[in-house]
Each structure stands twice: as structure tokens, then as C-alpha cells.
């Protein structure tokens, strides 16, 4: 079975600077998708970022990118001019060909104004 | 646009009651999802639905949960002689089949 590990329960950073949060995941398979959900006090699940792994290439979306390591299996989040409205709960997930996804334990990030 | 919608947003029932969380998915998309996020953890995989059927269920922790999704479109997860440890947010999401899923704001369930 796949498992994701994310080993910072929480991180905090100066608004305007950069963090980084890190994501390790288990897998045999070679076709599968990773991803980067955000989390805010009111509960909903966003996506902020997604890799998928027959691709080299990092994504990046606006002040977000990934560097997407596969041979170490690792997929980290960074967050470039960090800003009071990312502070939230964020989740890494893998998603293989059986559709559901697999969660890590969540980042609680914190920006200091 | 609309986005997927769960009523109730809180639920609070007593040990030994039954209880059904409903989940209306992105008009269109095939495929729905439920999952379960205990305090403090991330959300866990319940079961699948690509259609009316149940493409993947082995996320359900025993015999008291059961989901249905009748007409493909809305599905209700419903919770037989709830248990305190059953207390917990529970996430729909839905997918066009492709990659993404979108979710819900869940329902917090607190079984007293």
C-alpha cells in the first residue's frame, strides 16, 4: 500500500519570505500522481499544485513549485513571497491508478506578519 | 460556478443513533468520493463511486457505514448505531474522471 509521510507537523515563516515543506511517499508503482491541497479553517480542501510522475519537469504555479524527486520519492512544497492568506493546513497526497487518494498528516504553516 | 455541497455542515447525535450525510457533487461529474479526517490527521479514504456503482469500497471501517449514490448524481454515507469514535469531518469529493478532485467544506460529525 501507498503511504505519504510529511515529517514537519508545523513550520512558520516572515511574510514575504520563502518556505519550504517537505513530503515523502512509499510506492511500487510507476504511473501516479502527487499533490499539494491546502487547507483553511473552513474545512475545504484546495488544490494548490500537482505533479504528475511520468514528468520531469517541477510545476510551478504562481508563487508555487515543486521539487519532484522520484527516485527519492520526494515531492516538496515551496512557497516563494509568502503572504497572510496562504497560513493554512497543507496536505500532500498520491493518487495512483486506483483512483483514491492518499494523504500525509498535514503541515500546519504559519505566516508572521 | 457550483461547487460540491455536503449538508448538514455540523451534525451532533448521541451513541447508538443513525445518521446519513449527504453530498451533492459538481453537476456532471462521473465520479465521486468520500473521505474521513479524524482531528488532527489527514483525510482518510472511505469508498469510490464512478456512476451509481461502487467502484472501490474498501475504505469502510466496518459493517456500519454504508453509502448509496441511486441516480449517479447525489450520495448520502450513512452511519449505522454510531459509535464516539466515529466523530470526525467527513470530505466529499468530485471528479470529472480525469485527474483532479474537487471537495466539499465536509460535515463534523460529533457523536456524544
Known amino acids: 500500500a501507498q503511504t505519504v509521510t510529511q515529517s514537519q507537523p508545523e513550520m512558520s515563516v516572515q511574510e514575504a519570505e520563502t518556505v519550504t515543506l517537505s513530503c515523502t511517499y512509499d510506492?511500487?508503482?510507476?504511473?501516479?500522481?502527487l499533490f499539494w491541497y491546502k487547507q483553511p479553517p473552513s474545512r475545504q480542501m484546495i488544490l494548490v499544485i500537482r505533479?504528475?510522475?511520468?514528468?520531469?519537469q517541477n510545476a510551478t504555479e504562481n508563487r508555487f513549485s515543486v521539487n519532484f524527486q522520484k527516485a527519492a520519492k520526494s515531492f516538496s512544497l515551496k512557497i516563494s513571497d509568502s503572504q497572510l492568506g496562504d497560513a493554512a493546513m497543507y496536505f500532500c497526497?498520491?493518487?495512483?491508478?486506483?483512483?483514491?487518494?492518499?494523504f500525509g498528516q498535514g503541515t500546519r504553516l504559519t505566516i508572521n506578519p | 460556478g457550483a461547487g460540491v455541497s455536503q449538508t448538514p455542515s455540523n451534525k451532533v447525535t448521541e451513541k447508538g443513533k443513525y445518521v446519513e450525510l449527504r453530498c451533492d457533487p459538481i453537476?456532471?461529474?462521473?465520479?465521486l468520493y468520500w473521505y474521513r479526517q479524524s482531528l488532527g490527521q489527514g483525510p482518510e479514504f472511505l469508498i469510490y463511486f464512478q456512476g451509481t456503482g461502487a467502484a472501490d469500497d474498501s475504505g469502510l471501517p466496518n459493517d456500519r457505514f454504508f453509502a448509496v449514490r441511486p441516480e449517479g448524481s447525489v450520495s448520502t454515507l450513512k452511519i449505522q448505531r454510531t459509535e464516539r469514535g466515529d466523530s470526525a469531518v467527513y470530505l466529499c469529493a468530485s471528479s470529472p474522471g480525469i485527474v483532479e478532485q474537487f471537495f466539499g467544506p465536509g460535515t463534523r460529525l460529533t457523536v456524544l
Open positions: 510506492t511500487s508503482e510507476s504511473d501516479y500522481y
Open positions: 453537476s456532471g461529474h462521473t465520479a
Open positions: 505533479q504528475e510522475a511520468y514528468k520531469q
Open positions: 497526497a498520491y493518487r495512483s491508478r486506483a483512483q483514491k487518494l492518499v
